[in-house]
């Protein structure tokens, strides 16, 4: 199993319905989860750009995506967002991979290539030819 983080912003409708209702919100979240092959971790109310964030395990991408899908669908989140974690183990490995394969990469940097003059479309200290 993968683990995800995810992020969700209420509508004001949605807040409304919680304070009236007060339902237990690991409840409601973690049913759905568990309802996409997951498992709920830890779920936290936020303050700022997100609501409510948490961790959960998912078998795979399918089912991390229909989770968020779902969570959508139901018409109470201004936005969810669902990100993929790497253990640090796993963000290790990625960067020994990612020195090895530098190696026969080339990036657009404009290395060896002449830099423009602002404006005039030739490199800097090129003459202007014939107009």
């Known amino acids: 199993m993968s683990r995800y983080l995810f992020m969700a912003a209420y509508t004001g ?19 759905l989860i568990e309802a996409c092959g997951g498992t709920l971790n830890d779920l936290y109310y936020a303050f700022g750009e997100s609501d409510i964030c948490g961790l959960a395990d998912f078998p795979d991408e399918e089912s991390a995506a229909a989770f968020s899908l779902a969570a ?7 936005s969810i967002q669902t990100t993929k974690l790497l253990t640090v183990e796993q963000g290790m490995d990625a960067m020994r991979k990612a020195a090895d394969a530098s ?5 657009p940097t404009g290395a060896g290539v002449p830099r423009q003059t602002a404006g005039s479309g030739r490199p800097a200290g090129a003459t202007p030819g014939p107009r």
């Not at 190696?103 to 990036?107: G, V």
Request: aromatic letters at 6%.
């Open 13 to 31: 409708e949605s807040w409304a319905t919680q304070l009236r209702t007060q339902q237990d919100a690991r409840e409601r979240v973690g049913g």
């Open 72 to 78: 959508s669908a139901g018409g109470a989140l201004r």
């Open 103 to 107: 190696t026969s990469y080339t990036p």
